[in-house]
Structure formats: C-alpha cells, structure tokens
C-alpha cells in the first residue's frame, strides 16, 4: 500500500482538537434563537454563495470562533495539501494505489490531468465525443431497431454508482428529457423489477445500456442476460442483439462476447470511482434523455464547484464549509445522523445518492495506514422529499431525543407554475428550519393554550406535550432553479464535502472493502443454491436458510 502523497494526522492527537472540545462546551450553553436576537447580521455573517448555490449555515451551533476553530483543524489535518493532492492525480486512494480524479471527468480548462505522467484528457474527450455521436444517432433516428422503428424506450442496467448517480440527475434534470424518449433504471437483482419494467415495453422500440466496469457485477449482468433473453423470447434474433445493447465497461471482451460491437462500448477508469462516475460514460442515459449540450452543461456547472473548491480560502469555501460543520457535530456533540431533505419532487431521489456517496466513502473504522480509529466517522445519511417528510419523520426531528443536523434543499424558482404552489413550499421548507432552530418553550406553549380557552389545569397537562427545545441545526441550500449547471455544481458539492470529512479523519474516501465482502460471499452462495459447489463452510444459520430455500422451490 502506497503512502499518502501529503501527510494526514490523527484528528484527535493534534492541539486544535482539545480547544475544539473545549470550546464545544461552550457553544452548547447558547441558544440559536438567542443568538439570532442579539446579532441582527448574523444570517450575513454565516453565508456563502459559489457556483450558483447558495448557502445560509446561520443556523447552527457556530459563533465566528467556531468558524475559525474548525478552519485551524482542516489545515491542521492537511486538507489544503490533500486538495491540491487530488487535482494534482496523486494516489490519495491508497489502497488501491489509484488516484480519484474524477474531477478531470468535467474539466473545462485547457489543462491536463496525469494518471502516472500520463494525460487523460484526451480520452476523456475522446469518450466524449463518442457519447455525442450515440446520443447524434438515437435523436436523429439514424440508429433503430431491428425492425427499423426509432427507439422510444431505453433500459439502464447498473447498481450502485452506475444506477444512482444517473438516476437522481436525470430525474432533478426530468424538464429537459427530449421528447419520444422513456428512461427505465433496472438496479434490483429481484426479477420483480426487470419484469415490471419491461411489462409494457416493445424489443423493437428499446434500447439497454449495461454499465458495469468489469462486466461481471452479478445483479447488472444477471439482469442483462434476462434482458437479452426477452428481447430474443420476442422476435429479435441473436444477429439484432448489437442494435439493441450497449456497454459502458472496462472488460471489452466480456462484452463483445455478450454480443455487443466493440464500436458500442464505452470506456471506464480505474482512477473513478462508481459513485463518482455520472460525469463519465455512466452518464449515457443522462445524455440520452437531456440531450449531450445539456449534459455539457451539468459538467461545467460541476467544474465551477470545482474551482470553487480548489481556489476559494478554507473559511469562505462551501465543501469544506459543509464538510466541517460535519465534522463538529459527528466528533464533539456525538451525532449519528445526518438527514438530506430536497423541497423538489425533481429532487425526490437526491438522498438515496447521497447516501451511496457519503456512507460508501467514509463508512470507514481505520486510518490511512489500517490502524483502528477511535473518533466517530461517517454519519448514517437518510431523508425524503420536502414537504412529505414534515407528516412523518419530522415529528422525531422536532420533539425526539435524537441530535440530527440537516440539509434543506430547494430551487428558488420552479419549472412547473400552478398558483402558489412553489411559494407554499417554499414556506414549509423555511418554516421548518426555523421551527428546529428557535422551537417553543414551555412558557409559550402555556400562553398559546391560554389563548384557546383552556383552563389552568388543562394547560399544566397539555403544555409540557408542545414544547418544542429547538437548537437543533440545519444548513440551507438555494439555487435559482433546477438546470443542468445548478444540479452539476449541487453533487461536486456533496462529493467534495464527503472528501473534506475523509481527509479530517484520516480515512480513505474512495475504496470500499466492506461491500467487496458481500460480493465474494453471495457468489459462493449462489453456487451453493445452484449445485455449483457444497455447503462446507458455511455457519449453520446460512445452511439451514439455504437448504429452507432450495426445498420450497424444489431444488433438492
């Protein structure tokens, strides 16, 4: 394993972490409402605004000291040297000995990125200029069915980055679909799904995309050889296979033997990541359904995060604003938790992506070096779409005794204008984070009862039911409107912000061993199921499930 191209502390062994603590057991005696009416500029003060995003951190548990504390712990733990480190193509994913330069995925300057000495500039636009071409012949109809009718309908098969990514982008981007053209995502290896979504689909009218970097992942291609074999069940014949498949893989054999052309194979890279992919050839289905200028511009509004990012001083950066405040809450008021709530139904799949990303990246228990951390890293991410959430989960926000810091996420204008509906959203979703930051107090509650006509005796046992303590924070993050350059510079964001907390708490932010585990398990239980190999080995519990499964489906 490769050393770290910069120099990455222990958190909790460097100076500024006691003051940290110290100064956490102050902050905890302040109330935001208090601070709030004492300090009219405070909105101002705790505002950024960078790449068309802006974002209003006034209501968290922050003083400027804060601030500045937390800017001395990320240059402290190197983070200027391990941004720099990124964009320079180092290895920074150590483990594996690969760079993450996905950020070279939406360049826009005429610069190169070096993978080993080597630029990847020119495939990048290579790979590029491909995905416009196949885009070109989709919308111009010059590529069709077997039966010579235009496609209608595209089917993408992946999981993990190669499903999630593309999907909440083309769902935010759904006002820009070209018309003609339905977008399918098959990710379950449950038959269920594929078998739903083909349902009302034609083999003559559909085209399937299967991403998967190694052509082997076991739910894409277990759902691509299903795929396959409807298409042939219903008039296309082996022959017809390469005009209605293509590949977005690093193993072109394995996919020319599928029966894909080699000219309808689309490159991966080792040096990206499956959830840092949509900007690259995972983001065919994207392309196909904005068009390829629109997804131009989801790259460049990911390049301005970029910039933002690697050029803007450390206390005036949105990411590793972000990331920071993060890092305050996970390590020094012990939150679990982080909840993502999107107030845009075009936004409604943002959570599941950013769970992917944040959880998959720094749902890490040792360091850089494989030693055992002992100070709290990635939180469990989670949300829904505003306002739905405030008649079920919010209850818990509010009232519960959990500590969760959230995201309120929404588009100050709409695409979709029907009297006040966006200006009534935009209400609840201001209302809700001001209810979490100021709450109700005991003597409030009483006062409003009061109003109601209750008695004294009444109010003494209904009161304490509605107070709310309030203090609980939240980060609000507006755009002008969902488009493709907002909603590329909106996930750069996100991802540049899991990178700051990775590089506070020395951990690696691009492998994931844990989900390899289960890879290699399933496949040696599945050829247990299949008769491919014996049940020695196996823990009782997985032998006696498996032998309950094989007898109910009669494969005893």
């Known amino acids: 394993m490769s050393e770290l191209p910069y120099t990455s502390n222990y958190p909790n062994t460097l100076p500024i972490w006691s003051q940290l603590q110290e100064h956490q057991a102050k902050v905890k005696q302040l109330h935001l409402r208090e601070e709030f009416s004492k300090d009219p500029q405070r909105a101002e003060r705790f505002f950024q605004k960078a790449a068309g995003i802006y974002l209003d951190y006034s209501k968290n548990l922050i003083t400027d000291e804060t601030i500045k504390l937390l800017t001395q712990l990320a240059n402290d733990a190197g983070l200027p040297a391990a941004i720099k480190a990124m964009f320079n193509g180092e290895k920074i994913n150590n483990s594996e000995e690969r760079p993450a330069l996905h950020v070279a995925l939406r360049n826009q300057a005429a610069v190169p990125y070096k993978v080993d000495g080597t630029d990847v500039m020119p495939e990048v636009k290579a790979a590029l200029n491909q995905m416009e071409r196949f885009v070109w012949s989709i919308h111009s109809a010059q590529w069709r069915g077997y039966t010579n009718k235009r496609f209608t309908d595209i089917v993408h098969l992946g999981i993990g980055g190669s499903y999630l990514g593309p999907k909440v982008v083309s769902a935010a981007l759904k006002p820009y679909w070209k018309a003609g053209l339905n977008l399918h995502y098959v990710a379950n290896i449950d038959g269920t799904h594929i078998t739903e979504e083909l349902k009302h689909l034609s083999p003559e009218s559909t085209l399937f995309i299967i991403a998967s970097k190694s052509f082997g992942t076991q739910e894409t291609i277990m759902n691509a050889k299903s795929a396959k074999a409807w298409f042939l069940r219903n008039g296309g014949l082996e022959e017809d296979v390469h005009k209605h498949f293509v590949a977005i893989t690093a193993n072109k054999q394995k996919a020319y033997n599928f029966g894909i052309r080699e000219e309808n194979i689309f490159p991966m890279w080792d040096w990206v990541g499956g959830r840092y992919s949509l900007w690259s050839t995972i983001g065919l289905p994207i392309a196909l359904t904005i068009g ?17 990012f690697r050029t803007a001083p450390l206390d005036h950066n949105i990411p590793v604003i972000l990331g920071l405040l993060g890092v305050w809450y996970s390590n020094f008021f012990n939150a679990d938790s982080h909840a993502i ?11 599941a992506h950013i769970q992917q990303l944040d959880m998959e990246s720094n749902g890490k228990s040792v360091t850089h070096k494989g030693e055992a951390v002992d100070w709290s890293t990635g939180p469990i ?19 519960g005794t959990h500590f969760l810091p959230a995201d309120f996420i929404m588009p100050l204008r709409t695409h979709n204008h029907i009297g006040d509906h966006h200006a009534l959203l935009l209400s609840n979703c201001l209302s809700q984070s001001q209810a979490l930051m100021q709450g109700k107090t005991l003597e409030e509650a009483k006062a409003e009862l009061k109003a109601q006509g209750k008695t004294d005796s009444q109010i003494d046992e209904l009161a304490p039911h509605k107070v709310i303590p309030g203090n609980r924070p939240s980060n609000t993050i507006l755009f002008e409107k ?19 907390q990775g590089v506070i708490w020395n951990i690696n932010s691009f492998d994931q061993w844990g989900v390899e585990l289960g890879k290699e398990l399933g496949e040696h239980i599945y050829q247990i199921i299949t008769g491919e190999n014996e049940t020695n080995g196996q823990d009782s519990s997985t032998k006696h499930l498996i032998e309950l499964f094989k007898k109910i489906n009669n494969r005893i």
């Open 292 to 308: 390829i200028e629109n997804f131009k511009n989801l790259l460049a509004g990911a390049y301005d995060m970029d910039e933002h």
């Open 341 to 351: 709530l999107p107030y845009d139904h075009y936004l409604r799949a943002l959570p």
């Open 381 to 399: 991410i989670w949300g829904g779409a505003g306002a739905n959430g405030q008649h079920a989960y919010h209850q818990l926000l509010h009232q």
């Open 482 to 500: 969902s488009t493709p350059r907002t909603i590329g510079a909106l996930i750069a964001m996100y991802e540049h912000k899991v990178f700051v």
